[in-house]
């Protein structure tokens, strides 16, 4: 909730930067660091996912990882549609809320697969890694 | 930039179908296939195709992978491969190659790629795209080929759909439902899955309208609509069990509202013959829409598609996982 406040308010705010003034490369800025970190957030979940020893292990760095990366990225891209657009209207307001819309999809999705994921491995009774245990 | 992106995409996909055929664990190939499709789907969405891409989607990477996994639960997921079984791949072989052979013929008869002289960029499409808003009023040209110019050809994809429903159900339906302890499926209940599921379900089904009733100013349709109301359906009786889904749809009600769906097509097509029109001649609509008529009479036969794909997609989904019982599913 608090995060959608947050992210509305940056939408609107977007939305009377003017194009060119200093405000809008302090906005480029935002969108590229975020574009950065989600990116660096997916490298690791990609490195998590091939070392880490066992089912368990490897699904949490795909279930946060990924959530987080892909919030993140989808964020820059919401204030991009804002501040690259030539003239603010309403069609470029409403694709950047339809895509806080996907925001909340995947907060809320992506952790529930991964959650059904590890029922299921705890239900075929996947044994957890331990130390010392070769890693499977 | 893009074409970039589209050159990697293209030679990822041929990459995805070799590991999807390499693969001897079937509910891998299955997954890679799912892959597979999404590739293509970004492929149709680079190519400007957005309907198509919409539709592999929610078809290919969506539902149709669900229904695999269904048939692999139920099955098996090994392949057994005899080495020295070596007669039935040359008839496949030869199969292939005779098959290959033909369609290589067939396509030289074919237009050239972009051939500005071919019937089709001559005389069809030239017509569609100049002519389309001004008959129709309707801004989404796929959707007036589809549902207006060529209306028989949707009828009749609607009608496949119908029939694959009641083939796959009839093939499957048991008279008498197999005892089977329910506690087992009980036992698997999680508390988070079901509530985020009753939550996102909503507005699965309220996109799923949206793409039907927007289906002509915007990407989307009966058949994409239909899928994705179908998937709320599928994704209700996954998370809640079947019991719970077949309250929300019945099995009779499904069946009998996937005939509607036809009969909603083709009733609006033959109510024109009685005012001496063509069959799926829309215009005679005019005395009661005005000049909205054909664009409101794809509204209605949009939601024809819709029911019968919905009701498709929930009950191949069901037989397919309750093994025809109907009783439990995975």
Not at chain 1, 100 to 106: A, D
Not at chain 2, 167 to 177: A, E, S, V
Not at chain 2, 242 to 248: D, H, I, Q
Request: proline share 4%; with cysteine.
């Amino acid at each position: 909730m608090i995060i959608n406040m947050v992210l509305v308010g940056l939408v609107a705010f977007g939305t009377t930067v003017t194009h060119g003034g200093p405000l809008h490369s302090v906005f480029n800025a935002l969108v590229g660091v975020l574009l950065i970190a989600g990116l660096l957030f997916f490298l690791s979940t990609c490195v998590g996912i091939l070392r880490f020893p066992d089912f368990y292990t490897r699904l949490n760095a795909a279930g946060k990882g990924d959530t987080l990366s892909t919030i993140l990225m989808l964020v820059a891209c919401a204030l991009m549609v804002i501040t690259s657009a030539h003239h603010v209207d309403r069609t470029v307001v409403l694709s950047a809320i339809k895509i806080i819309m996907i925001v909340n999809f995947i907060f809320i999705g992506s952790p529930t697969a991964t959650h059904a994921l590890l029922e299921a491995a705890h239900w075929s009774e996947i044994k957890p890694w331990k130390r010392n245990d070769p890693p499977c | 930039m893009l074409i970039a992106i589209e050159v990697g995409l293209l030679i990822l996909v041929p990459c995805v179908a070799f590991v999807a055929l390499w693969l001897r664990d079937l509910m891998s190939a299955v997954i890679v296939l799912g892959a597979y499709s999404f590739l293509m789907c970004l492929v149709w969405t680079g190519m400007g195709a957005v309907d198509v891409a919409f539709t592999e989607a929610a078809v290919g990477a969506g539902v149709s992978t669900v229904f695999f996994i269904a048939v692999l639960f139920n099955t098996t997921r090994n392949i057994t491969f005899n080495p020295l079984d070596v007669s039935s791949k040359l008839v496949a072989l030869v199969a292939c190659l005779g098959f290959g052979y033909v369609l290589l013929q067939g396509v030289s008869d074919l237009p050239d790629w972009g051939d500005p002289y071919s019937p089709v960029n001559a005389g069809v499409s030239t017509y569609y795209i100049e002519n389309a808003y001004a008959d129709t009023h309707v801004p989404n040209l796929v959707t007036t080929v589809l549902a207006d110019y060529r209306s028989v050809d949707t009828m009749l994809e609607t009608t496949v759909v119908l029939i694959a429903l009641l083939g796959i159900f009839m093939i499957l339906k048991k008279d008498r439902p197999a005892q089977s302890d329910s506690s087992d499926t009980q036992a698997h209940d999680s508390l988070i899955i079901r509530l985020s599921a009753r939550f996102i379900a909503p507005f699965i089904q309220l996109f799923g309208l949206y793409v039907v009733a927007h289906g002509h100013h915007s990407p989307g349709g009966g058949f994409q609509g239909g899928v994705i109301l179908g998937t709320g359906l599928i994704l209700m009786a996954m998370s809640m069990g079947m019991a719970s889904a077949k309250r929300l749809l019945s099995i009779p009600r499904m069946i009998i509202l996937a005939a509607v769906g036809v009969l909603i097509y083709a009733g609006w097509g033959a109510v024109p013959l009685v005012y001496n029109g063509y069959f799926l001649d829309y215009s005679v609509w005019e005395s009661v829409f005005g000049s909205m008529a054909r664009s409101h009479s794809m509204l209605i036969v949009e939601i024809g598609v819709a029911l019968t794909v919905m009701c498709g997609m929930y009950g191949i989904y069901m037989s397919l996982v309750s093994d025809g019982g109907m009783q439990e599913g995975l």
